[in-house]
């Protein structure tokens, strides 16, 4: 997807929220804060979901299989470049072998999410 300067700007509190759930530490202790955040976006449920993980896990989730991992959290401009450049490079055989589903991930993204979640309708008031 190519985004927007607009876009860009509206998805990156989101897109750096979400990176946090991928840092070599103990993410549940920051799920209200990330809760918040997205609650605080124009983005539906199933949108801040597919941000999460078609936009956001396949730039970072490499991370968690690293021996000494990122802990203190992603490089905000590093983050808006991965995720922001062109796609093309994706569409190799090589970057689908490395998606997060292919090493078991989409457990650990789906964990998560199922926190999250209610966390960010509650902070909506759609409880």
């Known amino acids: 997807m190519d985004f927007t300067f607009e876009q860009i700007k509206s998805?990156?509190?989101v897109w750096i929220a979400f990176s946090d759930l991928?840092?070599?530490?103990d993410v549940t202790l920051i799920y209200d804060e990330i809760a918040q955040i997205c609650s605080e976006s124009e983005y539906s449920i199933a949108e801040l979901k597919e941000i999460l993980t078609e936009e956001v896990a396949p730039?970072?989730?490499?991370?968690?299989?690293?021996?000494a991992g990122e802990?203190?959290?992603?490089?905000?401009?590093w983050l808006v470049k991965q995720i922001t450049k062109p796609k093309t490079i994706f569409k190799s055989?090589?970057?689908?072998f490395f998606k997060p589903r292919n090493f078991g991930l989409n457990g650990y993204i789906r964990g998560h999410w199922k926190v999250l979640e209610p966390?960010?309708?509650a902070c909506r008031g759609d409880t």
């Open 71 to 77: 802990w203190a959290g992603f490089n905000e401009e």
């Open 59 to 67: 730039v970072v989730s490499g991370n968690l299989l690293s021996i």
């Open 11 to 13: 998805r990156k509190p």
């Open 119 to 121: 966390k960010i309708l």
């Open 93 to 96: 055989k090589a970057f689908y």
């Open 22 to 25: 991928f840092l070599d530490t």
